[in-house]
């Protein structure tokens, strides 16, 4: 193992390099009205498991996996749509080119570019990306920041007293099966107001404190790695359906603005955690 410390000032200007990248590779196919995908997912339950990936998801990786490739051979890669490579390595990327493809494929300016880096196992450094909005949401032990062509403004989530005033999200509650259903119901219900279809952008407006809960289920490492270190250095936690970090596996993750909200979402999560 290295017994280098990270240097999280250059490898965050290494991520913005990707990030342009991906960008570079995916704005192009923005709309453009004749885009095909592929339907990943289970065609007999098209409602539900409709999970495309288009040329966007897999130019924008491609740009990025070749970019580590040549300034940091000896990292590792986790993609979603390319796979795994050196992934004993201290370093690792973690990848979702295009979050949200839903999203992209029906011209909503919130799908992101997911960028996040492991080291010695732990997410460390994440990035969301929107670079429709030209929004870059940035986070690692430097702090939480969000960058745009105006320049740069820190993080931070806001203070809720309670799930009464709370503004959550969650992509789309048909995702959850079983247990989740009646979980989820019960903590819709007792928020202010919750919004659906923002994907990993709405782990964003956690960190940047215009919403306070943002959960999933189903969710694979690429889905929420980068998220993680934004939201933990804006000040958040993000924690499983059980309270505990989340693991390798992802699954179900919840992300709030303070521990308290955490506590008082679990109270009604918590039986149907996995």
Known sequence: MSQNAPDYAVLEA???????AAA??????????DLSEINKGNASRADVDFDPVTEADKGAERAIRAL?????????????????ENTGADYIWVLDPVDGTRAFISG??????????????????????????????IGSPLGSRLITPKGSTPLAVRACSGLADAVIG????????????????RLRTTAKLVRYGCDAYAFAMVAAGTMDIALETGLKPWDIEAIIPVIENAGGVVTNWHGQPVGPEAGQVLAAGSQALINEALTHLRVAAD
Request: proline content about 8%.
């Open 14 to 20: 290494f991520a913005l390099e990707l990030s342009a």
């Open 24 to 33: 570079s590779a995916a704005l192009p196919l923005f709309r453009l009205r």
């Open 68 to 84: 580590i490739n040549a300034c940091y051979p000896d990292h590792g890669i986790i993609g979603e749509e390319y796979g795994s």
């Open 108 to 137: 909503l300016p919130l799908w992101t570019t997911l960028i996040g880096l492991r080291y010695q196992g732990r997410p460390v450094l994440g990035i969301i990306a929107q670079p429709v909005l030209e929004e870059i949401y």
């Open 170 to 185: 969650t992509t789309d509650p048909h995702l959850y099966t079983g247990a989740e259903v009646d979980a989820y119901a």
